[in-house]
């Protein structure tokens, strides 16, 4: 006879910390610990990840949210950052030659803004120098000459035409752009009347006249474009002069100061041959240049000449890490913008925005995955970026016809960026398997663990990181049983005695509700009852589902037993979770069994509700009763399994051990206990099998006996594996200690049958038999009983076979008889 299993003692349903443990009373008594508590496999890693320097050495950093990657990464990436030297500073200046490329001029960190300041000196001595030096009298005199000289070369040939015409009495009028002749008569012009009166030979003489002074007046104005280019040109050479004179002592100090930077310098030399261009177009050769004033010139200074600066950095900061929160083409690439002219899309070298790639470049640059992934072309975008080591700004969707508006193509930037991805698992392996460029551009991974142990050490170092979080959130101090409380409630996060869940952010939140309650009960420091008011909140805040099922049991909506027997009906242990909410909700399963060989039927599979590994544990079930029963006969059996008043799809094969009790007891007509529930994974052996959630599932059914009333004898069946996952709440835990509830643990289907019906298993002797009485032999005997069934109706079937030939044959021969 074996023993039946007595239920865990109150010690060990939780992994409480004994008073007096922690060696402190308050937290001002320790000191802070910043940073990230264990995870020594990823500081290891993000550790070699940064100081490769080689290619394709980018970084992956995946684990839960919550579990301080970022904030850690972040900070171990700006501490050594900080040692370093900080990287080159970039500029986008006019290309003079072609606007549309914009050219880019490197410099040490902290001088772009300086020979930015130096530009914008230069643009105030332009505004003072222009168009002062072409009204300086000097300068008006040279033009003035210049423009007397050609005057007196065309007044001179005019006169010369002139003088001859009065000779031969013909009088000459001229005007600014035209010159007219008329007959002239005792000196005088005649009118066009007094010209009709003239004689034939009169007017063939005026002809003739006006014939010859045209030749005369071309032969003279022959040379006149001559004059007009060596006039133009002797105003270009004291134009040229002029602005010479005026920009040199404005530039001198610029050439001067940037003497040894050749590309700063050929850049100067390019803006000094278009300022001569531009000053002369806008006050020499532009009609308009009255009507511009100075501040539409200034700003045409600026949008020419000014440096639009993508990125700077101070000497003294080291190199950049960058966080881009919402990781678009246009955020991380840069962009081109345009303004509006007159209902017309203009653009400028000096409308390139710089993007997070230009602000991290020389440095690190910090992206969520699952965030980048969204758009594949910037996912694409990024590797070609990496891979080229060159930072090019231009139309996400050029390439697809998509991009019709005129726009610029700025230089390409040297591109020498750390890239750091912070994500999920789920993405990290789909990232592997779906792209082969992956894994060679994202050679270190930096795994951050769920959970870490709990001991002496890391429960001291986890006062220490609340004592850092206090000082930074301004809390309150807390004392060691608030400490202690957090701590077991980080154990229940972590489902485990001796772990403590890793996912600090959320003991961080508890911490801060906690304040809140102790601000409202305006003591001053944080207890243990604090945080236990704040788990309570919390739970009641979430709990709207679960009560709801809990008053649906009692009230009979949902039909489920906690006294009694019953047979072929048994409860279950599920965990429903809703949003960042789980919690444990009992259900009935129900089995019926007959004579058949349809085997086991899974109604929940039938029905599309079960899902796969759900499927597989109904599955083991008859791999288990063939092995354990069907050794002497076949197992010739039909049953179906249901998971009762479930609507929505069902998973997972903690409910194996129940469906298998709850099988049995149907087949040989044996009740079994309600005031018991049940949950574990079966395995084909008869071994039962660790499940998740056991603290949720086994509050879930004391919440619905609590609620109708404690018996004594009510409680859960657990496999025993899981005992090191039980952190249960005080409610449960005060119940136990009461002897109103228990909680059993197995190892075997066999132990939990015992504890649900009662009877002993039994043990097979040598011959596979079980002692009489036993539930296994009982089994057996009603396992054999419809195999007979079975053979029974085969040997029927064969039977009516045989007849039937027969009668076919005397028929034959009856036939036979009739021929012959």
């Known amino acids: 006879m074996s023993e039946m299993v007595q239920p865990l003692a109150p010690t060990a349903l939780a992994a ?27 500081v290891e890693a993000i550790q070699f990840g940064v100081a490769m320097h080689r290619p394709g050495y980018n970084i992956y950093v995946m684990g839960d949210s919550g579990t301080g990657r970022s904030s850690y990464v972040t900070s171990y990436l700006k501490s050594e950052a900080k040692r370093k030297d900080a990287p080159s500073e970039w500029v986008y200046v006019n290309n003079f030659k072609d606007y549309r490329s914009p050219k880019a001029i490197e410099f040490q960190p902290g001088q772009s803004k300086e020979f930015e300041q130096d530009i914008r000196a230069l643009i105030d001595g332009l505004m003072g120098t222009f168009p002062a030096a072409f009204e300086n009298p000097n300068y008006q005199q040279q033009k003035s000459a210049i423009d007397r000289a050609f005057n007196d070369q065309y007044e001179s040939a005019i006169n010369l035409v002139e003088r001859h015409a009065s000779k031969i009495g013909v009088a000459m009028f001229r005007d600014a752009t035209s010159v007219s002749f008329a007959p002239m008569r005792d000196g005088k012009a005649l009118e066009e009347a007094d010209f009709a009166s003239l004689t034939d030979e009169e007017r063939d003489a005026f002809q003739a006249g006006v014939s010859e002074l045209e030749g005369m007046l071309n032969d003279e104005l022959l040379s006149l474009p001559t004059w007009k280019r060596i006039s133009y040109e002797q105003l270009r050479e004291l134009n040229l002069e002029t602005v010479k004179e005026a920009l040199d002592p404005l530039m001198a100090p610029m050439f001067e100061k940037y003497a040894e930077e050749e590309v700063i310098t050929k850049f100067l030399k390019e803006m000094r041959e278009d300022l001569d261009k531009v000053i002369i177009d806008q006050f020499v050769d532009d009609k308009s240049s009255d009507s511009r004033d100075e501040t539409s010139r200034r700003t045409m200074y600026e949008e020419m000449y000014l440096p639009n600066v993508a990125v700077t950095h101070t000497s003294d900061g080291g190199q950049p890490v960058v966080y881009e929160p919402h990781p678009t083409y246009r955020n991380l690439f840069g962009q081109v913008e345009y303004s509006s002219d007159q209902g017309m899309l203009i653009t400028s070298y000096r409308l390139i925005r710089s993007g997070s790639l230009h602000a991290a470049n020389g440095g690190y640059l910090i992206l969520d995955a699952e965030k980048l992934l969204t758009d594949h072309y910037l996912w694409e975008a990024l590797k070609r970026a990496l891979k080229s080591k060159t930072l090019k700004i231009e139309h996400p969707y050029a390439d697809m016809g998509l991009m019709n508006t005129t726009t610029l193509s700025p230089e390409d930037l040297p591109l020498q960026v750390k890239v750091i991805l912070i994500g999920s698992r789920e993405i990290y392996y789909l990232l592997q398997d779906a792209d082969p460029d992956f894994q060679e551009m994202f050679r270190v991974l930096v795994d951050f663990d769920d959970s870490l142990k709990r001991n002496d050490d890391t429960e001291l170092a986890f006062a220490r990181l609340l004592k850092d979080r206090v000082a930074k959130e301004g809390y309150a101090d807390v004392t060691d049983k608030g400490v202690a409380e957090l701590i077991e409630y980080s154990s229940r996060l972590a489902e485990h005695q001796k772990e403590m869940a890793a996912k600090i952010g959320d003991v961080f939140e508890l911490l801060g509700e906690a304040d809140f309650n102790r601000q409202l009960a305006k003591d001053e420091v944080i207890t243990d009852i604090h945080v236990k ?43 429903m979770q809703i949003g960042d909410s789980s919690f444990g909700a009992p259900a009935r399963i129900s089995t019926t069994v007959y004579p058949g060989g349809k085997g086991i039927v899974d109604i929940e599979r039938e029905s599309n509700l079960g899902q796969n590994i759900h499927s597989k544990g109904v599955l083991i079930l008859s791999g288990y009763l063939g092995h354990r029963y069907a050794q002497q006969f076949p197992l010739d059996i039909s049953a179906s399994i249901a998971m009762e008043q479930s609507y929505g799809y069902v998973d997972g094969d903690s409910a194996s051990t129940a469906e298998l009790c709850c099988l049995l007891s149907a087949l040989i007509n044996v009740p079994l206990r309600q005031d018991l529930a049940i949950t574990g994974s079966l395995n084909q052996y008869g071994q039962v099998q660790a499940i998740g959630g056991v603290n949720e599932k086994i509050e879930g059914f004391f919440n619905v006996c609590n609620a109708r009333g404690l018996t004594g004898t009510q409680g859960v069946i657990i496999p025993k594996s899981n005992v090191i996952n039980l952190m249960l709440n005080d409610e449960v835990i005060e119940a136990v200690e009461a002897g109103k509830f228990h909680v059993y643990a197995v190892e075997k289907a066999d132990e939990a049958l015992h504890l649900l019906t009662g009877i002993e298993p039994g043990v097979a002797d040598k011959e596979g038999n079980y002692p009489e009485g036993t539930l296994s032999a009982r089994i057996l005997k009603r396992l054999e009983e419809i195999s007979k069934l079975g053979h029974e109706d085969d040997e029927d079937e064969n039977k009516d076979d045989k007849e039937g030939k027969s009668k076919s044959d005397a028929d034959k021969a009856k036939d036979k008889d009739k021929k012959d």
């Open 16 to 42: 409480k910390l004994e008073s007096g443990k922690l060696p402190f009373e308050t937290l001002t008594q320790l000191e802070s610990l910043s940073g990230i508590l264990g995870q020594e496999r990823a």
């Open 533 to 575: 008011r704040a788990l309570a909140a919390k739970k009641h805040r979430t709990g709207r589902v679960a009560e709801r099922i809990i008053e649906e049991i009692v009230d009979g909506t949902i039909l489920l037993e906690s006294e009694g027997q019953a047979i072929g009906n048994i409860n279950g242990l599920t965990v």
